[in-house]
């Protein structure tokens, strides 16, 4: 086998742990294949950082990540099951139990405020971190607020982080277990994380830490947790037990994303290690690896008539496959289900107007067999938006991730062989919207489609 633990022993692709390292010479494309995995699970939260040589602060890592952090649950609020508000306020919603005075070490190093907020409470505060109300003391004085304002005072205004000198070890040592606890609570909000770290021989000692003290927590627990990281050969450090190292130099890129893709982090949303890769597989492509749907398509399975004899449940409440429900597994129809449709249904009402008049024609064009999205065809079928407006806001649909440039296939027209085309990156997300829509407002669409094919063909 090309890969090999840090231990020395053998492994295959499918050897999965939650830390994963990939080690490669400067310029073999470890750059390119750490934001690659961003597109290979594209709605899941991944948070890919590179780590410079040139910061050297305690976790300044871990302040990248919480910036993508934050803007993903702002962006996903939906899917994760937390009300997209100020830093702050995010933080209170995954550390519900945690006195707020504690949460003042963490200003310094995640640039947020608690210090400032003394006197109110977080009620009090509204999505853009604004006081609505006079301030009621309610809290208390924050702990800590003093000792920010200590740490400030030493610190040399740059950036985020403040400056050089962002507090002494022991205040560290506790931001440093807060911000575990934070990502640990997302990641079971969530029901997965990955953090992707380029260069991260060139993290501080503190991040380091961190990302040794959540692999020792994802092992423990079997989280679906997984930690992805590239540096260069000859750079490697002491690293925790469990952990799987891998030369890039003996793996292709291919290799590298179905190692990553197929196996480990399926079971672990799923939360067994009883079903097939192949099977693992399979169903993470059809539903991007969206873990609410993938457990909608384990209970499926499980429910199924046609596959009784082959399923059986076991220990926890996991689910073991005998069979291989290849077809079963790409030909379910997911508006048949009341949950997948309830979360459908929440993503489009928090789509703006005009987007949703765009997710709405595309899920009709899309609806025809071998169809295929086009700009163009969205300019004709919805006549109440300029091709500007419908630009605009349909660029915001790609970078929600909603749609997604479609690779494959052929091109019904000629001409539009260069043009780019798309398809909803949840492949169910269509066919659930086109059956919650209007029947008038599916033909309407429908009859002006149809136009439109007419004139490009004269």
């Not at 985020?160 to 962002?166: E, M, N, P, R």
Request: hydrophobic fraction near 45%; aromatic fraction near 6%.
């Amino acid at each position: 086998s090309p890969a090999a633990r840090s231990g020395g022993a053998g492994a295959s692709l499918v050897d999965v742990e939650p830390m994963v390292i990939f080690e490669g010479q400067l310029g073999m494309g470890k750059s390119v294949l750490a934001v690659d995995l961003q597109n290979q699970w594209p709605l899941l939260p991944v948070m890919v950082v590179t780590a410079s040589e040139h910061e050297r602060r305690p976790f300044a890592v871990f302040r990248n990540i919480f910036t993508n952090l934050f803007a993903w649950i702002r962006l996903y609020s939906d899917l994760c099951h937390i009300v997209a508000a100020s830093d702050e306020e995010i933080i209170r919603q995954l550390l519900p139990n945690v006195d707020p005075r504690k949460l003042a070490v963490l200003d310094p190093v995640l640039n947020t405020h608690f210090a400032e907020m003394e006197g109110r409470t977080m009620s009090d505060i509204d999505p853009t971190g604004e006081a609505k109300t006079p301030a009621i003391q309610f809290l208390g004085p924050l702990d800590g607020a003093a000792a920010r304002r200590s740490i400030a005072s030493n610190s040399t205004a740059t950036g985020k982080f403040g400056g050089t000198s962002v507090g002494s070890e022991p205040e560290l040592l506790i931001a440093g277990a807060l911000m575990r606890q934070i990502l640990q609570s997302f990641t079971a909000k969530a029901r997965c994380l990955v953090l992707v770290i380029d260069d991260a021989h060139n993290m501080d000692s503190f991040s380091q830490e961190t990302t040794d003290q959540l692999h020792l927590w994802a092992c423990d627990g079997a989280q679906p947790f997984l930690q992805v990281m590239f540096i260069e050969e000859g750079c490697i450090r002491a690293l925790p037990p469990g952990v799987s190292r891998m030369r890039l130099g003996e793996l292709t890129a291919q290799d590298v994303r179905e190692f990553l893709q197929s196996q480990g982090l399926t079971q672990r949303i799923l939360d067994t290690d009883l079903i097939p890769d192949d099977l693992c597989h399979v169903m993470g492509r059809k539903v991007s690896y969206n873990p609410t749907m993938l457990g909608e398509l384990m209970s499926h399975l499980a429910s199924s008539p046609e596959l009784q004899r082959g399923v059986r449940t076991c220990s926890k409440g996991v689910v073991r496959v005998d069979v291989n429900p290849m077809a079963e597994i790409l030909d379910y129809d997911f508006s048949s289900s009341h949950k997948i449709t309830q979360m459908v249904a929440h993503s489009f009402d928090c789509l703006d107007a005009p987007e949703q008049i765009i997710a709405k024609a595309a899920s009709v064009i899309l609806s025809h067999p071998e169809a295929r999205l086009y700009r163009p065809q969205l300019y004709h079928l919805i006549p109440e938006l300029s091709p500007m407006q419908v630009d605009q806001h349909f660029d915001w649909l790609l970078a929600r991730r909603l749609l997604t440039v479609d690779a494959g296939g052929q091109p019904l027209v000629g001409q539009w062989r260069t043009m780019p085309r798309y398809k909803f990156t949840l492949e169910c997300f269509g066919s659930v919207l086109l059956s919650l829509m209007a029947p008038d407002a599916v033909t309407t669409m429908n009859a002006r489609l149809a136009q439109y094919v007419v004139d490009l063909q004269l």
